[in-house]
Protein backbone atom coordinates (compact mmCIF):
# COMPACT_ATOMS: atom_id res chain seq x y z
CA UNK A 1 0.00 0.00 0.00
CA UNK A 2 1.89 2.80 -1.02
CA UNK A 3 0.26 4.75 1.84
CA UNK A 4 2.53 7.70 3.26
CA UNK A 5 2.87 7.12 7.57
CA UNK A 6 0.42 10.59 8.31
CA UNK A 7 -2.27 8.34 6.36
CA UNK A 8 -2.26 5.33 8.13
CA UNK A 9 -2.06 7.51 11.52
CA UNK A 10 -4.29 9.91 10.72
CA UNK A 11 -6.89 7.20 10.32
CA UNK A 12 -5.75 5.39 13.33
CA UNK A 13 -6.23 8.59 15.08
CA UNK A 14 -9.14 9.27 13.43
CA UNK A 15 -11.15 5.75 14.87
CA UNK A 16 -9.96 7.08 18.29
CA UNK A 17 -12.49 10.13 18.13
CA UNK A 18 -16.11 10.20 18.58
CA UNK A 19 -17.09 10.30 15.10
CA UNK A 20 -14.60 7.76 14.47
CA UNK A 21 -15.87 5.32 17.43
CA UNK A 22 -19.44 5.59 15.55
CA UNK A 23 -18.34 4.72 12.35
CA UNK A 24 -16.16 2.06 13.51
CA UNK A 25 -19.07 0.51 15.13
CA UNK A 26 -21.51 0.89 12.36
CA UNK A 27 -18.81 -0.73 9.97
CA UNK A 28 -17.56 -3.51 12.21
CA UNK A 29 -21.36 -4.69 12.32
CA UNK A 30 -21.27 -4.78 8.45
CA UNK A 31 -18.32 -6.38 8.17
CA UNK A 32 -19.22 -9.27 10.73
CA UNK A 33 -22.59 -9.44 9.17
CA UNK A 34 -21.56 -10.11 5.19
CA UNK A 35 -18.11 -12.68 6.34
CA UNK A 36 -19.99 -14.55 8.52
CA UNK A 37 -21.88 -16.51 5.49
CA UNK A 38 -18.62 -16.70 3.20
CA UNK A 39 -17.13 -19.76 3.73
CA UNK A 40 -13.78 -21.18 2.12
CA UNK A 41 -10.23 -21.99 3.70
CA UNK A 42 -7.98 -19.01 3.23
CA UNK A 43 -9.17 -14.90 4.22
CA UNK A 44 -7.34 -12.28 4.55
CA UNK A 45 -7.53 -8.97 5.94
CA UNK A 46 -5.62 -6.08 4.27
CA UNK A 47 -4.34 -2.81 6.40
CA UNK A 48 -5.99 -1.47 9.55
CA UNK A 49 -4.25 -3.52 12.24
CA UNK A 50 -6.68 -1.65 14.85
CA UNK A 51 -9.57 -4.03 14.00
CA UNK A 52 -10.46 -7.57 13.40
CA UNK A 53 -13.18 -7.51 10.22
CA UNK A 54 -12.84 -11.43 9.59
CA UNK A 55 -13.61 -12.12 13.62
CA UNK A 56 -17.38 -13.52 12.22
CA UNK A 57 -15.80 -15.42 9.66
CA UNK A 58 -15.25 -19.53 10.24
CA UNK A 59 -12.60 -19.90 7.63
CA UNK A 60 -9.57 -22.43 8.94
CA UNK A 61 -6.90 -19.55 7.84
CA UNK A 62 -7.67 -15.93 8.68
CA UNK A 63 -4.42 -14.00 8.29
CA UNK A 64 -3.46 -10.67 7.69
CA UNK A 65 -1.70 -8.48 5.28
CA UNK A 66 -0.41 -5.00 5.22
CA UNK A 67 2.42 -2.22 4.92
CA UNK A 68 2.24 -1.95 8.95
CA UNK A 69 2.33 -5.21 11.20
CA UNK A 70 -0.21 -5.26 14.27
CA UNK A 71 0.70 -5.07 17.92
CA UNK A 72 1.87 -8.12 19.14
CA UNK A 73 -2.00 -8.85 21.45
CA UNK A 74 -3.26 -7.96 18.44
CA UNK A 75 -1.85 -10.30 16.38
CA UNK A 76 -2.83 -13.49 18.17
CA UNK A 77 -5.67 -14.51 16.82
CA UNK A 78 -4.08 -14.42 12.99
CA UNK A 79 -3.34 -18.15 11.82
CA UNK A 80 0.15 -15.38 9.55
CA UNK A 81 0.63 -11.80 9.69
CA UNK A 82 2.65 -10.44 6.74
CA UNK A 83 4.27 -7.31 5.75
CA UNK A 84 3.84 -6.14 2.52
CA UNK A 85 1.93 -3.76 0.06
CA UNK A 86 -1.33 -4.24 -1.44
CA UNK A 87 -0.19 -3.50 -4.58
CA UNK A 88 2.18 -6.56 -4.54
CA UNK A 89 0.58 -9.20 -1.92
CA UNK A 90 2.56 -12.23 -1.71
CA UNK A 91 0.63 -14.87 -2.16
CA UNK A 92 -0.30 -17.05 -4.90
CA UNK A 93 -2.84 -16.66 -8.27
CA UNK A 94 -5.93 -17.93 -7.21
CA UNK A 95 -5.21 -18.72 -3.72
CA UNK A 96 -7.84 -16.25 -1.26
CA UNK A 97 -11.11 -17.05 -0.96
CA UNK A 98 -12.23 -13.66 1.04
CA UNK A 99 -10.22 -10.40 1.08
CA UNK A 100 -11.26 -7.40 3.05
CA UNK A 101 -10.32 -3.70 2.84
CA UNK A 102 -11.26 -0.82 5.76
CA UNK A 103 -11.17 1.85 3.14
CA UNK A 104 -7.73 0.84 1.92
CA UNK A 105 -8.72 2.29 -1.37
CA UNK A 106 -8.61 5.54 -0.41
CA UNK A 107 -5.38 4.96 2.03
CA UNK A 108 -3.26 4.11 -1.55
CA UNK A 109 -1.85 6.05 -4.60
CA UNK A 110 -2.47 3.14 -6.60
CA UNK A 111 -6.51 1.80 -5.75
CA UNK A 112 -6.60 0.42 -9.20
CA UNK A 113 -3.24 -1.88 -8.85
CA UNK A 114 -4.52 -3.41 -5.55
CA UNK A 115 -7.86 -4.38 -7.60
CA UNK A 116 -5.85 -5.87 -9.88
CA UNK A 117 -4.07 -8.06 -7.06
CA UNK A 118 -7.27 -8.52 -5.08
CA UNK A 119 -8.68 -10.08 -8.74
CA UNK A 120 -5.62 -12.04 -9.43
CA UNK A 121 -5.12 -13.61 -5.85
CA UNK A 122 -8.98 -14.43 -5.68
CA UNK A 123 -10.47 -17.75 -6.30
CA UNK A 124 -13.41 -18.00 -9.09
CA UNK A 125 -16.53 -16.96 -7.08
CA UNK A 126 -13.91 -15.26 -4.69
CA UNK A 127 -15.47 -12.63 -2.41
CA UNK A 128 -14.14 -9.00 -1.85
CA UNK A 129 -15.46 -6.89 1.15
CA UNK A 130 -14.67 -3.17 1.51
CA UNK A 131 -15.92 -0.21 3.14
CA UNK A 132 -15.32 3.62 2.31
CA UNK A 133 -16.22 7.25 2.71
CA UNK A 134 -19.21 8.37 0.45
CA UNK A 135 -18.30 12.24 -1.21
CA UNK A 136 -21.88 12.84 -1.86
CA UNK A 137 -22.86 13.03 1.78
CA UNK A 138 -22.84 15.56 4.60
CA UNK A 139 -19.61 14.06 5.63
CA UNK A 140 -18.24 14.53 2.29
CA UNK A 141 -19.31 18.12 1.69
CA UNK A 142 -17.92 19.06 5.36
CA UNK A 143 -14.65 17.08 4.35
CA UNK A 144 -14.48 19.79 0.94
CA UNK A 145 -14.83 23.11 2.91
CA UNK A 146 -11.31 24.70 3.27
CA UNK A 147 -9.37 24.17 7.03
CA UNK A 148 -9.03 20.94 8.81
CA UNK A 149 -10.24 17.81 7.06
CA UNK A 150 -13.07 15.85 8.79
CA UNK A 151 -12.23 12.67 7.46
CA UNK A 152 -8.53 10.59 7.68
CA UNK A 153 -8.56 11.31 3.99
CA UNK A 154 -8.36 14.52 1.47
CA UNK A 155 -11.37 14.62 -0.67
CA UNK A 156 -9.93 14.08 -3.97
CA UNK A 157 -9.02 9.90 -2.55
CA UNK A 158 -12.44 9.38 -1.81
CA UNK A 159 -13.66 6.72 -4.09
CA UNK A 160 -17.35 7.03 -4.66
CA UNK A 161 -19.65 3.74 -5.66
CA UNK A 162 -20.18 4.90 -9.20
CA UNK A 163 -16.88 4.89 -9.72
CA UNK A 164 -16.20 1.63 -7.86
CA UNK A 165 -18.54 0.04 -9.72
CA UNK A 166 -17.17 0.64 -13.06
CA UNK A 167 -14.01 -0.25 -11.99
CA UNK A 168 -15.29 -4.07 -10.69
CA UNK A 169 -17.09 -4.10 -13.75
CA UNK A 170 -14.01 -4.18 -15.84
CA UNK A 171 -12.76 -6.41 -13.49
CA UNK A 172 -15.67 -8.98 -14.03
CA UNK A 173 -16.52 -8.41 -10.40
CA UNK A 174 -20.87 -8.43 -9.31
CA UNK A 175 -21.79 -6.41 -6.18
CA UNK A 176 -24.59 -8.66 -4.70
CA UNK A 177 -24.79 -7.04 -1.28
CA UNK A 178 -24.35 -3.25 -0.65
CA UNK A 179 -24.99 -1.38 2.66
CA UNK A 180 -24.83 2.61 3.44
CA UNK A 181 -24.64 4.15 6.67
CA UNK A 182 -23.62 6.79 9.37
CA UNK A 183 -26.20 9.81 8.37
CA UNK A 184 -25.75 11.55 11.38
CA UNK A 185 -24.59 14.74 10.36
CA UNK A 186 -20.59 15.23 11.00
CA UNK A 187 -20.48 16.39 14.35
CA UNK A 188 -17.41 16.15 16.31
CA UNK A 189 -18.45 14.92 19.90
CA UNK A 190 -20.52 12.00 20.90
CA UNK A 191 -23.52 14.34 22.56
CA UNK A 192 -24.36 15.39 19.36
CA UNK A 193 -23.96 12.00 17.81
CA UNK A 194 -26.38 10.55 19.75
CA UNK A 195 -29.00 13.53 20.04
CA UNK A 196 -29.15 12.98 16.19
CA UNK A 197 -28.72 9.24 16.42
CA UNK A 198 -32.74 8.92 14.85
CA UNK A 199 -31.41 10.11 11.46
CA UNK A 200 -29.63 6.76 10.95
CA UNK A 201 -33.05 4.91 10.94
CA UNK A 202 -34.08 8.28 9.06
CA UNK A 203 -31.78 8.11 6.43
CA UNK A 204 -32.18 4.46 5.80
CA UNK A 205 -35.34 5.11 4.77
CA UNK A 206 -35.42 8.26 3.06
CA UNK A 207 -32.11 9.14 1.32
CA UNK A 208 -30.33 6.11 1.77
CA UNK A 209 -27.49 6.47 -1.08
CA UNK A 210 -26.34 9.88 1.28
CA UNK A 211 -25.01 7.62 3.93
CA UNK A 212 -21.40 8.83 5.19
CA UNK A 213 -19.87 5.45 4.56
CA UNK A 214 -20.57 1.93 2.19
CA UNK A 215 -19.80 -1.40 2.40
CA UNK A 216 -20.05 -3.38 -0.25
CA UNK A 217 -19.25 -7.43 -1.23
CA UNK A 218 -18.46 -8.18 -4.70
CA UNK A 219 -18.19 -11.53 -6.38
CA UNK A 220 -15.05 -12.34 -8.45
CA UNK A 221 -16.72 -14.03 -11.61
CA UNK A 222 -15.00 -15.97 -14.16
CA UNK A 223 -16.78 -16.07 -17.90
CA UNK A 224 -17.07 -19.18 -19.13
CA UNK A 225 -16.63 -21.13 -16.13
CA UNK A 226 -18.80 -24.37 -15.27
CA UNK A 227 -19.43 -25.69 -12.51
CA UNK A 228 -18.14 -29.66 -12.87
CA UNK A 229 -19.88 -32.13 -10.69
CA UNK A 230 -18.34 -35.94 -10.01
CA UNK A 231 -19.43 -38.75 -12.26
CA UNK A 232 -21.19 -40.62 -9.57
CA UNK A 233 -23.43 -37.29 -8.53
CA UNK A 234 -24.30 -36.90 -12.51
CA UNK A 235 -25.61 -41.23 -12.70
CA UNK A 236 -27.44 -39.97 -9.23
CA UNK A 237 -28.72 -37.58 -10.62
CA UNK A 238 -30.02 -39.38 -13.83
CA UNK A 239 -31.41 -42.57 -11.42
CA UNK A 240 -33.47 -39.39 -10.03
CA UNK A 241 -34.30 -38.88 -13.64
CA UNK A 242 -35.55 -41.97 -14.94
CA UNK A 243 -37.14 -42.51 -11.78
CA UNK A 244 -39.30 -39.60 -11.57
CA UNK A 245 -39.95 -40.23 -15.10
CA UNK A 246 -41.47 -43.59 -13.96
CA UNK A 247 -43.61 -42.16 -11.51
CA UNK A 248 -45.25 -39.71 -13.47
CA UNK A 249 -45.77 -42.09 -16.87
CA UNK A 250 -47.38 -44.45 -14.23
CA UNK A 251 -49.33 -41.75 -12.91
CA UNK A 252 -50.47 -40.49 -16.20
CA UNK A 253 -51.44 -44.03 -16.96
CA UNK A 254 -54.06 -44.77 -13.84
CA UNK A 255 -55.48 -40.91 -15.11
CA UNK A 256 -56.13 -42.77 -18.52
CA UNK A 257 -57.16 -45.76 -16.83
CA UNK A 258 -59.79 -44.45 -14.58
CA UNK A 259 -61.07 -41.74 -17.03
CA UNK A 260 -64.77 -42.88 -18.00
CA UNK A 261 -65.82 -43.95 -21.36
CA UNK A 262 -67.67 -40.92 -23.21
CA UNK A 263 -71.09 -41.46 -23.54
Known sequence: MSTTQSSIV?????????????AREWEQARFDAIVADVFGYNAIQLGTPELDLLRANRMPVKAYCGATL?????????????????????????????????????????????LREVDRVLVPEGRIVLSGFNPWSLWGARNRLPGKNYLPVPSHAQVSLPRLKDWFKLLSFDIDLGHFGC???????????????????????????????????????????RLLTPRWKARQS??????AAGVALQHNTDRVIERPDPQ
Open 70 to 114: PAEMQGQDWAGVVQAEPEFLPFETQSIDLLVLFHGLELTEHPHEV
Open 10 to 22: SLGDWLQTDSGQY
Open 183 to 225: YVPPFSTKKWIERFSFAEQAGNRWWPVCGGIYVVSAVKRVPGM
Open 238 to 243: KRVAAR
